[in-house]
C-alpha cells in the first residue's frame, strides 16, 4: 500500500531552520512529481514548492530564497530546507506524490515558529 509519511517537524524560533522529510513507500516515485503544500489554522491550504523528474523546482512567492526543495530518487525520499523561518510559517506542511490519475498525501508534520 502507498504511503508518504512526514518527519521533521517541530518547534522553531523565528530566523531558525527545520529541515522536513518525506518518505515514500509502496511506490517507486522516480516518475512523480512531488510536492510539500502546508495549511494553518482558518486558512486554505496553499502549495510551497514542487520538484518534477527531472529536478526542475518552483516555489510560492511567500517562500522562495528562503525555502529549498529536493529529493532522492533512489531513496523514493523528498526534502524540505526551510531557512529564515517567520511565524507566518507555522502551518501542517504535507507531502504530496503526482503521475497521470494518480496523486498520494502524507499526514503531515506540524511547524511551529515563535517569534
Known amino acids: 500500500q502507498v504511503q508518504l509519511v512526514e518527519s521533521g517537524g517541530g518547534l522553531v524560533q523565528a530566523g531558525g531552520s527545520l529541515r522536513l522529510s518525506c518518505a515514500a513507500s509502496g511506490v517507486s516515485t522516480s516518475s512523480y512529481t512531488m510536492g510539500w503544500f502546508r495549511r494553518a489554522p482558518g486558512k486554505q491550504r496553499e502549495l510551497v514548492a514542487t520538484i518534477t523528474k527531472e529536478e526542475i523546482t518552483s516555489y510560492a512567492d511567500s517562500v522562495k530564497g528562503r525555502f529549498t526543495i529536493s529529493r532522492d530518487i533512489d531513496k523514493d525520499m523528498v526534502y524540505l530546507q526551510m531557512n529564515s523561518l517567520k511565524p507566518e510559517d507555522t502551518a501542517e506542511y504535507y507531502c504530496?506524490?503526482?503521475?497521470?490519475?494518480?496523486?498520494?498525501w502524507g499526514q503531515g508534520t506540524q511547524v511551529t515558529v515563535s517569534s
Open positions: 504530496k506524490a503526482r503521475y497521470t490519475f494518480y496523486s498520494f
